[in-house]
DNA sequence: TTTAGCACTCAAATCAATAGAGTGCTAAGC
DNA sequence: GCTTAGCACTCTATTGATTTGAGTGCTAAA
């Protein structure tokens, strides 16, 4: 693939921007009028004319203005981007904001989707932090009524699950108590592994409680979907290219297979990805880019957050967002996590 | 108010009927040929001027069919309606779904947004059961870190808040312990008012985890946003009334405001509720109707739940399934918070 | 009271004509 | 060898006129 000259450059960064802005075909002599290039609107035609040989740019028509392809937008994100950073200003927004929320995750999620998509104008999601190695750090059982029990569970790093249990039997609160403490005692700091080990031999209602303690671990290390936030949805939906048969429902399903989460969380916390549409993996993303980023700390609790939409999205703003949010969160994740690993 | 001939009554239910599943305005032709009624299309004209005059049905123009306003629905939600109950078969399924949930709150919000959104066709909401007076059950202090301690609290009933509090010096689990079985033998079963006299003199740390402690008992009053369960809102986006101008957000938050909730909640449980048209109250919901009720255990832990659609909603199905759904969502609370109250 | 008949209305579909934005190409200019 | 002015050509979008057809309201007869 042969460089492109820094004229045409120039202008397919122009093209993607204004598209990007009017979501309208833009066409040489609209360019010429927007810029400063110096040269006539048939010399831009001229230079259109071999992008769109090289693949970047197409026509919806013969007598429309020019569209940037994928690969267009690909080029644009990573040879023509050049500050992605956000406004300092904007930083300060919304790492005030970020301090003034209370020390929860879910508080922190929800917010982060709020940032990602007020300050993206796109749709974002973000997910939990998933425990890559779930240890105990506290397991209480509290009798509610006579055969219900309240198990609640805490990993090293304070997440908390819960199970109801209904016993056959009942069992007094003291009883109860003691098991816990047992289980405090002896399985404190544990993995799953160790746990199925040390306690291999329990029975009847304690190896009950260790089964669901086991199944509360792995739940943990899985990305649930009722542990996904989003936000800016059907603010998203309302532009021009999602017509109404498009299924935003589809759409947001993706983001949930395992497949795609699994392929971008398969890099490093750090790096933000921009998957422009779908690139012919994903049919359903065809109209849309995805901007998404890990966050957390590495090895021990990594979620992923990132924003979507139309292809024609505004990439500076959306991947300085994605960068900055996925930085604040896991900052806020070593945190919390602190000195326990 | 002069009450409708009985074919008059007829005719209207059929105009709604055929607009719901249609979506177009009802002539007098079309709706003698889907009928019969045995009479000519002339005297169905005849028939529905009176029912325009009376304010049943309007004229989107003068040449168009009929459409029902807000009246016609009204009336024929009121006295129309025979059968809304859901047919045994669909509701086996049901119950069978909710038996097949673990004994959870949130999977059964969940599963209930779920099926009042599939049943009924339209977008769902389903709020969390709001404790009317959250007595302590348990509370637990754990430390994550040196500096962060987790608190945990159980209510009667078994809901669970947990809060995050950062230390100004380190405390040791021990002494945490301590501070916690201490509220755990004077404190439970005490309501907020009954804790807030009783320890009004506590200082220092102690005196901050009662006063989050009172914090979470008045959070647990209260619904919370993001203790809403929605379903079915892409879907419902869809439909031709909702064109793309019509922002559904907009929508969804009246839903959330405090009065139309409060003015829903007022109703008792076991009722449903249908609000046409917004009744002229709520400007956003003018062109939506919705179905309500409250459901849980009244005097101790109730919610809403409910569909939401378009005017031209299928009423029979919505009334029946929010009918059934809640009255097995009051068991299920029932049988949760069974015997502590 | 019902109904057949008819004139009338109005939105939606169809069609033709037009305007305009934009392209591609060629030939002249720097 | 680029660049650019000029021009023919293409295709969409808009506009306006016309037609179609569903549906109404009214009247007069059954």
Redesign the pocket.
């Known amino acids: 693939m042969t460089e492109l000259t820094p004229r045409q450059q120039r202008i397919l960064g122009l093209v993607v921007q204004m598209y990007i802005d009017t979501a309208a ?6 360019l010429m009028e927007a810029s400063d290039l ?6 831009i ?2 230079e ?2 071999v992008l ?1 040989e090289l693949g970047y740019l197409t ?1 919806p ?6 569209v940037p392809t994928d690969k267009g937008y690909r080029y644009f994100v990573e040879r023509l981007i050049d500050n992605v950073e956000l406004p300092p200003a904007e930083k300060n927004t919304i790492r005030h904001q970020f301090h003034q929320a209370r020390m929860e995750m879910s508080q922190w999620m929800q917010l982060a989707a709020a940032v990602l998509a007020r300050v993206s104008r796109s749709a974002s999601l973000v997910t939990a932090p998933r425990l890559e190695r779930p240890r105990l750090r506290h397991l209480e059982l509290i009798s509610t009524q006579s055969h219900l029990v309240l198990m609640i569970v805490v990993f090293q790093g304070g997440s908390v699950r819960q199970r109801m249990l209904s016993l056959q039997e009942p069992i007094s609160q003291p009883e109860l108590s003691q098991i816990a403490a047992r289980f405090n005692e002896q399985a404190v700091g544990m993995d799953a592994e160790a746990i199925r080990q040390r306690f291999a031999d329990l029975a009847g209602f304690e190896g009950e409680v260790m089964h669901i303690l086991l199944d509360l671990m792995t739940d943990a290390g899985q990305t649930s979907s009722s542990e996904v936030y989003r936000d800016g949805l059907t603010e998203v939906l309302q532009e021009p290219e999602f017509n109404r048969s498009s299924d935003m429902n589809a759409l947001v399903n993706v983001l949930e297979q395992p497949g795609f989460l699994n392929d971008v969380l398969s890099a490093p916390v750090g790096t933000v990805q921009v998957i422009i549409g779908g690139e012919g993996r994903w049919r359903e993303l065809s109209a849309c880019s995805v901007v998404i980023a890990r966050y957390g700390a590495e090895g021990f609790a990594t979620g992923a957050l990132g924003v979507l939409g139309p292809t024609r999205m505004p990439y500076g703003r959306a991947i300085g967002a994605v960068r900055y949010v996925a930085d604040i969160m896991s900052d806020l994740v070593n945190e919390l996590y602190g000195e326990s690993f």
Chains 1, 2 share one sequence.
Do not use: L, Y
Request: proline share 4%; aromatic share 0%.
């Open positions: 075909p833009v066409g040489s002599k609209a110096g040269v006539s609107s048939a010399t035609r001229n259109m004319a769109e026509h028509h013969t007598s429309a203005g020019r």
